[in-house]
Structures are given as C-alpha cells and as structure tokens.
C-alpha cells in the first residue's frame, strides 16, 4: 500500500477531532510502513489548512516524516511524505 487519505471536510468545526484524526493517520502510516498520507483540508478559508500544517510542524510530530508538500494545482491538499 503506497497512499492514504484523510479528509477533514466531515469535522472541519472539530478542533479535538482534528487533532485525534492527524495523530491517527500519522501512527497509520508509520505503522504500515505507508510512504505517502494525502490531507484534505479543502479550500475554504485556508484556516483549516494552517491549523494542519501547524500540526505538522510540531517538533514531536515533524521527527515522524520526511517531508510535507502543498499541491500546487489543488489548493486543498497536503501531502505529507515518510522514509522507510
């Protein structure tokens, strides 16, 4: 398995929510060795994709992948990238 996927539209207005699916997806992927995570936070204002990439950008979290990309052709995307 290459990729998965998180979509936050569903609990946008969620911020403990937000928080628990990020830490979730991450330990995912690190535990089934997954290399790629794409977020979809949306459009929207672009609030809700600040407040994940401040996620991760927290120490204890960013030590986890190796790096984060924005989508250039999609506003709304996030991929975040891990070494195994």
Same mark, same amino acid.
């Given at each position: 398995?290459?990729? !998965?996927?998180?979509?936050?539209?569903?609990?946008?207005? +969620?911020?403990? %929510?937000?928080?628990? $699916? %990020?830490?979730?997806?991450?330990?995912?992927? /690190?535990?089934?060795?997954?290399?790629? #995570?794409? /977020? /979809?936070?949306?459009?929207? $204002?672009?609030?809700? +994709? +600040?407040? #994940? !990439?401040?996620? %991760?950008?927290?120490?204890? /979290? +960013?030590?986890?992948?190796? &790096? !984060?990309?924005?989508? $250039?052709?999609?506003?709304? &995307?996030?991929? #975040?990238?891990?070494?195994?």
């Amino acid at each position: 398995m290459g990729k !998965i996927k998180l979509d936050l539209h569903d609990i946008y207005n +969620k911020s403990h %929510l937000i928080d628990q $699916s %990020l830490n979730a997806i991450i330990e995912e992927a /690190i535990d089934k060795k997954i290399k790629l #995570v794409e /977020i /979809i936070p949306g459009k929207g $204002s672009g609030q809700l +994709k +600040k407040k #994940v !990439i401040r996620f %991760l950008q927290q120490p204890h /979290i +960013k030590n986890k992948y190796h &790096r !984060i990309d924005k989508d $250039s052709k999609n506003f709304g &995307r996030i991929f #975040v990238h891990f070494k195994f």
